[in-house]
Structures are given as C-alpha cells and as structure tokens.
C-alpha cells in the first residue's frame, strides 16, 4: 500500500471481531480496540463461558459434517486478523459458523462472519457460499449467504476500523437504548459524555468573572472612608 508521496503506508491488521463491535456502535468498538478498554458484564461472561467448549479446538463429525473449532484465521488481502468458532466442511465446502449467546439484534453478526468467510476463501482458495449464525438463547441457527451486498458492506465496515485506529479517533457516545447493556457503559460514561457541551457551560459559568459593582458607595476609597 503507497501512499501520495510513493511511501510505503503501515498495512493495519483489523480484528474480525471489530467489524460487529464498529457495527453496534463505533464508539465501542474505539474503546477496544483503540484505547484497549475492556470490562465484564453478565453477558460477556456468559458469551465467554459458552466460548470455552466452541474454541477447544476440538475436531467432530456428525452426520458426515467436519467440524473444526477455534480455527485462527486471517487474510493479507484484507488485513484481517481473528478466528472463528466452527469451520464445519460441508461436501468439502468449508462454512464458517458463529455462535453468540444471546438472540438475534440486527445485522452486526453478519459483518463478523462474512470477514471470516473472506479469509477462509483466501487461505483455502475455495469460494465460500454460505456462514452461520447460532444464538444460543434463541436456540435457533441462521443460514447467511454471503452474497455481494453483504461483502461490500464488510469490506466497507472494514475500511472505516481501519481508519478509526490510524486516526485513534474516539466517536461521540450515543446516549440511547444500546447503553445500559453494554460492557464499557461505566468506561464510557455516554450520559456524560454526550453532555459535555451543557456541562462545559456549567464550567464556564462557574468560572465567570463577575463585574464589580459601581456607583456611589461601592468603591475602595468609600470602603475605606
């Protein structure tokens, strides 16, 4: 990669993870990957436990499906970096499949396992139809095609991580419902921080000079007198 002046540009590794993080909230995704802030709620410790037997390594058959798990993945093509939870190899077409452990909230997960889909392509080079998506609390897999429209909005989720961690921007909190769930709400301190210009009025306020009084009366030699 070159930039304007013919020098060579730092290639910047994006964890595949960052993708969704960036998706549910580019603040959050700052704080991680940026600032490498990093807390513990009740569903990053139950996404975690429920990780354990997923990223064991193991190696399964059932019902003539081979399944990897804790695969490292990565792609130079894209400057990705990650792993994914379960390559399960279907008629020898490897289909990558992620496991979340609550229920299904939007399209963030999608970005995740279409990134992982763009490195098996590219260390297996085998195209990659078709990921997965398990949500433990629903109990119920999703069949993701990765089709055109979802690898261009990966590849643009990508680009904007990317340029989040050259710039070591932090994003505006956003101060609404995804908040009081999050992990980093105390790091992050969105109500404050969405506040900030009301309280930097306060600040000022409370620093502001305050004109002396004049007239008859208020000066220092009538003090004195």
Known sequence: MLEPGGTAAEVIDVPISALEHYSYCPRQCALIHVEQTFDENQFTIRGRIAHERVDSGEERTTRGVRALRGIPLWSEQYGLIGRADVVEFQAGRPVPVEYKV????????????CAQALCLEEMLGVPVAIGALYFRQERRRYDIAMDDSLRRRT???LEAVRDQIRSQALPPAPADARCPNCSLFNACLPSVVARRAAHWRYQVDLFRAVPLPTGPGTGARDRDA
């Open 102 to 113: 609550g229920k299904r909230v939007g399209a963030h997960a999608e970005l995740q396992l």
């Open 155 to 157: 590849v643009e989720t």
